[in-house]
T-cell receptor, first 114, second 109 residues
Framework: DAGVIQSPRHEVTEMGQEVTLRCKPI?????LFWYRQTMMRGLELLIY????????DSGMPEDRFSAKMPNASFSTLKIQPSEPRDSAVYFC????????????FGPGTRLTVL | GDSVTQMEGPVTLSEEAFLTINCTYT??????LFWYVQYPGEGLQLLLK?????DKGSNKGFEATYRKETTSFHLEKGSVQVSDSAVYFC????????FGTGTSLTVIP
């Protein structure tokens, strides 16, 4: 299996621009997670999907952030408009049926907002 | 609520030294416990896990035992290598998945 795939691996953009991060989970996994990692705040859960449905989005910072999962093999995290404080590494992870199953992480997208 | 607390770092050890990274948990039931490792520039990888009390997870020379009586899941390795330099995360899976804050380990030759 190819594992969790994320794109792009690096993104540099200017403040105010729209940013879209993409994730392909492991085939057969029913749960998908988006995380943000920074030095100051560590690893933060942004949103959790189960069977393509958002279950918990309490970690989404504000309305500028949105996430979708149109099918079992694809998810996006969008930031519009982006701000310098959004600079971080964004990880996607997938797991089996239960939220407590082992999570498998992608390599991450390093986002820099100038 | 449910949570994990792990030893703060950074930790610096000489090669072949013994490693312990402490992790304790709080949960209302019987969670699964995990250790993940993150190498520089990479995502988190599962290192080992244990799903019930007294289980021992092991991988790549690392071990951790699920201790219900002390609510702990300490990570140990008898002889660390330079290649073990990474950040280690303890995690708990019960109603939700919770990660600890991470412990940075640097092993010097």
């Amino acid at each position: 299996d190819a594992g969790v795939i994320q794109s792009p691996r690096h993104e540099v953009t200017e403040m105010g621009q729209e940013v879209t991060l993409r994730c392909k989970p492991i085939s057969g996994h029913n749960s998908l997670f988006w995380y943000r990692q920074t030095m100051m705040r560590g690893l933060e859960l942004l949103i959790y999907f189960n069977n393509n449905v958002p279950i918990d989005d309490s970690g989404m910072p504000e309305d500028r952030f949105s996430a979708k999962m149109p099918n079992a093999s694809f998810s996006t995290l969008k930031i519009q408009p982006s701000e310098p404080r959004d600079s971080a590494v964004y990880f996607c992870a997938s797991s089996g049926d239960r939220r407590t199953d082992t999570q498998y992480f992608g390599p991450g997208t390093r986002l820099t907002v100038l | 609520g449910d949570s994990v607390t792990q030893m703060e770092g950074p930790v610096t050890l000489s090669e072949e030294a013994f490693l312990t990274i402490n992790c304790t948990y709080t949960a209302t039931g019987y969670p699964s416990l995990f250790w993940y490792v993150q190498y520089p520039g990479e995502g988190l990888q599962l290192l080992l896990k244990a799903t019930k009390a007294d289980d021992k997870g092991s991988n790549k020379g690392f071990e951790a035992t699920y201790r219900k009586e002390t609510t702990s899941f300490h990570l140990e390795k008898g002889s660390v290598q330079v290649s073990d330099s990474a950040v280690y995360f303890c995690a708990l899976g019960f109603n939700q998945f919770y990660f600890g804050t991470g412990t940075s380990l640097t092993v010097i030759p």
